[in-house]
């Protein structure tokens, strides 16, 4: 069957443990996946995890008092129903973008 047969589907890049509890600015921010990738590729990549904060409609709420909208305890913010964290959006990237973000997840936290 050849490569280019449209009944394959990739193998899914499954999610890191841990990654999960991550938000999409997070990502943008704070893990060198640009290491990984060709910067076109980076550039790209890094506009489209903003994009994704900026679609979700439950993000997660920032830290504070507990007034506007924040939480006060941690445990408010790793609430995985918010859809900016990354089970929400995982799938919504190729294979390469996944790999670059798992492996320097990896780099980060061992």
Known sequence: MPA???TLTPTP?????GLEFWTADEVAECLPYGDYLPTEQYDDLYVRLWALLA????PTPLGGDGSNGTV????GRL???????APHWWGRLTPTE??????????ETG
């Open 4 to 6: 280019t047969d449209p």
């Open 13 to 17: 890049i499954p999610l890191p443990d």
């Open 79 to 85: 609430d995985l129903d918010n859809d900016d964290k």
């Open 98 to 107: 996944q790999v670059a973000i798992r492996d320097a997840y990896i780099e």
């Open 72 to 75: 006060e305890t941690p445990d």
């Open 55 to 58: 679609e979700a409609t439950t």
